[in-house]
């Protein structure tokens, strides 16, 4: 049986990716709840929507099959039917704070009694106290937060559908994710994997499911090749849940090196992408601030051991480590913002080097990264720029905002 997923490489023919187009979600909240949901400014969003479809359609015209979460999701449940659609629910709330109680059961009854598409929609844009018909009678809902807005938060960053999954080889890692703005977000994802006919029963493989402690995000999981992966040890993933996806990926997988980065821990470097990606068979982006001196940072190249064990080769110099793992002659690193410390902090804050490639050589980048996009092309890429004034606020690139699910093997 084909797999619906068959992701080998970062730089494959984009066959399938999934999108999540900006929703409501985008501009309900506050600027005082924006460091905890993880955005740096207020968007706009009949923009953002207008840069997002003009994003969708240049992956369209050029052959891409573009998928929607928030369409799979209802599908998913719609699919399922009632008992799933229930325990989905009573997850969601139970993520959300309400396992039980007169307010959980509010809620129940206010999503209860929507469609799945509504239903959906409504808990990714966030519910508002003003919106339910609820009058608290027992303590625990009277003496709730009062000048609080929301019972639900919104899930502002669902449009980077590139981080609570991420699909390797012929299966996904569907992820337990850093921060709590975050973590409901892959519910959707396990219930498209579970329940969506594309999917459902079709052999798709889960490396490492959501039921995890330790956290791991798709923004620092790069597929290099058909047994190379590079992970991020970053701010949203941690060195346990890395050794944790390395040892399933050789048990089960054709996967037999993780190469572990280690990157600063920081909001504007969260993910290894935002800092570094794979462009072509020989070619990567890279934020010079990543580097130390005489270029170097730490790798460890990671190998099955004996008895299930991991072996560790700890490195510092990224392109010869690459070099070895990708059995390359040469291989060329482009500095985003052509290496100046003003132009590169600048275009990396905007994520000049968080790049999707839907070909070999062929990229789709934030067309206000004119630096780092003219020295991609003096490098021989294709460079497709799409639109960004709103997108960027949110701190992702075209790579964090598409979740590949097919690509041609290279
Ligand atoms: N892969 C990525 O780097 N994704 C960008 C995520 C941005 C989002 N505001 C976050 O902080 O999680």
Redesign the pocket.
């Known amino acids: 049986m084909t797999s619906p997923i068959h992701v080998t490489s970062e730089i494959g023919k984009l066959k399938t990716v999934l999108l999540k187009r900006p929703g409501r979600e985008i501009e309900n909240f506050t600027p005082d709840m924006m460091p905890r949901?993880?955005?740096?400014d207020i968007p706009y969003l009949p923009i953002a929507q207008k840069e997002h479809d003009y994003f969708a359609d240049t992956l369209r015209d050029n052959g891409v099959e573009v998928l929607y979460l928030e369409k799979l999701a209802a599908e998913a449940l719609d699919a399922a039917g009632d008992k799933v659609r229930n325990d989905f629910l009573e997850q969601m709330l139970t993520e959300s704070g309400y396992a039980t109680g007169t307010i959980h059961d509010a809620l129940k009854e206010y999503l209860g009694s929507m469609n799945n598409q509504d239903m959906v929609n409504k808990i990714m844009e966030g519910i508002r106290k003003n919106e339910v018909d609820f009058v608290p009678t027992d303590l625990v809902s009277a003496a709730e937060t009062e000048n609080y807005e929301f019972y639900m938060d919104p899930m502002?960053?669902l449009y980077?559908t590139?981080?609570p999954s991420a699909c390797i080889g012929e299966g996904l890692s569907i992820n337990h994710?850093?921060?709590p703005?975050?973590q409901r977000e892959s519910l959707f994802n396990e219930i498209v994997i579970k329940y969506h006919p594309r999917f459902a029963d079709k052999g798709v493989h889960v490396w490492r499911d959501r039921n995890h402690d330790t956290r791991i995000?798709?923004?620092?999981e790069l597929v290099l090749n058909d047994h190379v992966m590079a992970i991020g040890v970053s701010q949203?993933t941690s060195a346990d849940a890395i050794q944790d996806i390395a040892k399933s990926l050789f048990k089960e997988g054709h996967f037999d090196t993780v190469i572990a980065i280690k990157i600063p821990h920081n909001?504007a470097m969260?993910?290894l992408?935002?800092v570094f990606t794979m462009i072509n068979y020989d070619q990567f982006t890279v934020h010079p601030g990543i580097l130390g001196e005489g270029g170097h940072i730490d790798t460890w190249t990671i190998t099955p051991g004996k008895n299930g064990d991991l072996n560790l080769d700890h490195r510092t110099d990224l392109k010869q480590v690459l070099k070895d793992a990708l059995k390359l002659d040469d291989l060329d690193l482009i500095p985003t913002g052509n290496g100046d410390p003003i132009i590169a902090g600048r275009e990396q804050w905007n994520?000049g080097s968080?790049t999707l490639a839907i070909a070999p050589g062929v990229v789709v980048t934030y067309n206000r990264n004119y630096v780092s996009n003219d020295l991609l092309r003096k490098h021989g890429l294709k460079v497709l720029e799409v639109i960004s004034s709103e997108l960027s606020r949110?701190?992702?690139?075209p790579?964090?905002?598409s979740c590949p699910i097919v690509r041609e093997d290279i």
Not at 37 to 40: G, I, N, R, T, W
Not at 217 to 220: C, H, L, R, S, T
């Open positions: 949901l993880l955005f740096d502002p960053n980077f590139r981080d994710m850093t921060f703005a975050r995000e798709g923004g620092d949203r909001h969260m993910h992408d935002t994520d968080n949110g701190r992702g690139g790579r964090c905002m």
